[in-house]
């Protein structure tokens, strides 16, 4: 139970903090990136020995496809993941009623400027760079796990900060989930990118990092 939970906590404190400084701390790029970024290195480094901290629907199908997570465990990590997405995004409702900001603003993901195709590509693209720097920094022969979570934090701020200006990056549907729901509108009735496009860009990772190694012992 309680690397369900760790889960649950790591992926609240992801859309918590990450989302938060988009919308209540009004963020520029760098500090948008480095709030998801810092939030997954500090999370994986408190709960990652509890659970794998995985925070990430779309790294828990990698880590399913390479047996590193049992099927069963899995399915509940995503539903943990989903779970802590909501809740952080309906406690950030509350703060931004309080500051009478938009009512419509939970930074969600959108692509408002490039086609469903194009955004569909760029988020299996920057999901697959990022599940792949997971799977080789956690392997057993290749990976260092001291250093892990710093590597893991670094390269989602970095993809975050490109990706922002095209759809938000994403990078991880339980992310994208708790905002869509909260703000509606074409967040959420473009939110089939944020939930297809990140999977299939774990496939490829899952695929690639056996190829390269991630899973020798």
Partial sequence: MRKYFAEFLGTFMLVFLG???????????????????????????AVGGVSGGQFNPAVTLAMMINKRTSVKDGIIYWVSQFLGAIAASGFLSIFIKALDLPSDGFGQT?????????????????????IFVILMVTSKKYGNSTMAPVAIGLVLSFLIIVALNLTGGSLNPARSFGPAIFAGGSALSHYWVYLCAPLVGAVVAAICGKLMGSEEE
Avoid: K, N, R, W
């Avoid at 959108?110 to 990022?130: H, K, N, Q, R, Y």
């Fill in 19 to 45: 989302t938060g400084t988009v919308v209540i701390a009004g963020g520029d790029t760098l500090a948008i990136g480095l709030g998801f970024g810092l939030a997954i290195t500090i999370m994986a480094y």
């Fill in 110 to 130: 959108d692509f408002p400027d490039i086609s469903a195709g194009t955004a569909f590509l760029f988020e299996a693209v920057i999901t697959f760079l990022f």
